[in-house]
């Protein structure tokens, strides 16, 4: 059983460009939560989908950012025009219930955006 | 709001020692506590998960434990190894918040031979 895949594992952009980080879920796993860790900080929670809905994006910045995790395919964390603030690490995690079932998350590799 | 501490920041030690990871949350309505590490470019992984209604948790030579009331968790580590080398974070979820989870800034161990 494959752990949770990131796509790209590295990805640099110029500033005003999009950027699309993809996160596959471990096989039986319909909840998804990205987190964003910024340099010399703590992860923070962005996002959390289950198939076709966005439960809690309180974390997300209100523009630029958005999340989807369709019927089919990965989970997409887009960032339109983006800015050298947004050079981080972004990591996606998954769970085969709410976090409320006591399960421990399972942690991709991360992408690690940098913005030039 | 939650925030979780970590202390100390680093720590570098010679192999063999035992040594404890220190982590303290605001907020004692905790549904679990999780320890993970983190390599160096690489995820998280998950080493130790204590339920608000536990008091420790061991796994090897790891052993969590939790005191809820005070707000406090320690990792205690024995018998240091150079592989231990990696970032230790530790993460509460509140339970309210669907599997939210509030992360430390992580304490970075090295443990030299």
């Known amino acids: 059983n494959a752990g949770v895949m990131q796509n790209p594992r590295h990805l640099v952009r110029r500033r005003g460009q999009e950027a699309r980080l993809r996160c596959s879920p471990m096989?039986?796993?319909?909840?998804v939560y990205w987190y964003r860790q910024l340099p010399e900080e703590g992860l923070k929670f962005m996002v959390y989908?289950?198939?076709?809905?966005?439960?809690?994006e309180s974390g997300m910045p209100k523009e630029r950012f958005s999340a989807e995790f369709p019927k089919e395919g990965p989970s997409i964390l887009r960032i339109q025009q983006v800015v050298r603030g947004d050079s981080a690490a972004y990591f996606c995690?998954?769970?085969?219930?709410?976090?409320?079932?006591?399960?421990?998350?399972?942690f991709g590799p991360g992408t690690r955006l940098t913005v030039l | 709001k939650q925030e979780v501490t970590q202390i100390p920041a680093a720590l570098s030690v010679p192999e063999g020692e035992n040594l404890v990871l220190n982590c303290s949350f605001t907020?004692?309505?905790?549904?679990?506590l999780q320890w993970f590490r983190q390599d160096p470019g690489k995820g998280l992984t998950s080493l130790l998960l204590?339920?608000?209604?536990?008091r420790e948790q061991t796994s090897g030579r790891l052993n969590a434990s939790l005191d809820k009331s005070s707000g406090r968790s320690t990792l205690y580590i024995a018998a240091s190894q150079p592989g231990d080398s990696a970032t230790y974070l530790c993460?509460?979820?509140?339970?309210?918040?669907?599997?939210?989870?509030?992360f430390g800034r992580g304490t970075q161990l090295t443990v030299w031979p």
């Open positions: 989908l289950q198939k076709e809905n966005i439960i809690d």
């Open positions: 907020d004692s309505a905790i549904y679990n």
């Open positions: 096989k039986g796993h319909s909840h």
């Open positions: 993460a509460v979820d509140r339970g309210s918040t669907l599997g939210r989870l509030y």
């Open positions: 995690a998954s769970s085969p219930r709410p976090g409320t079932g006591g399960d421990t998350q399972y």
């Open positions: 204590i339920q608000s209604s536990q």
